[in-house]
């Protein structure tokens, strides 16, 4: 009866794992299109190319825009907490798999 709750846990805890992934994945999707469209909102001259925002087509300086800074402080924290609650449930799994083996 204890393999069955064991692996129920172990169950639980990959799809936790699983969620955590996809959310880190669209923290990063979103927040990209986000980024763009603050760096032209900020100015109509402004362009996103590459993950960067910059003065224009023609001048490929990088435009210093706080509301693109803001946002990757925000995402950061967002991504670091969730890693952190990643290592926690891989913990877990670890625990429980290492309870199972000391059972055989």
Known sequence: MAMDSDLKKIGSLGTALL??????GVFFLVGSLWKENLCTQSDSDYVW???E???SSTNTSVAEVDAITYVDYGITAFVTALGFLTILV???IAKILLRMVKGF
């Open 19 to 24: 969620g955590i992934m996809i959310l880190i």
């Open 49 to 51: 190319t590459n993950g």
């Open 53 to 55: 925002c910059q003065v």
């Open 90 to 92: 891989l913990v877990g």
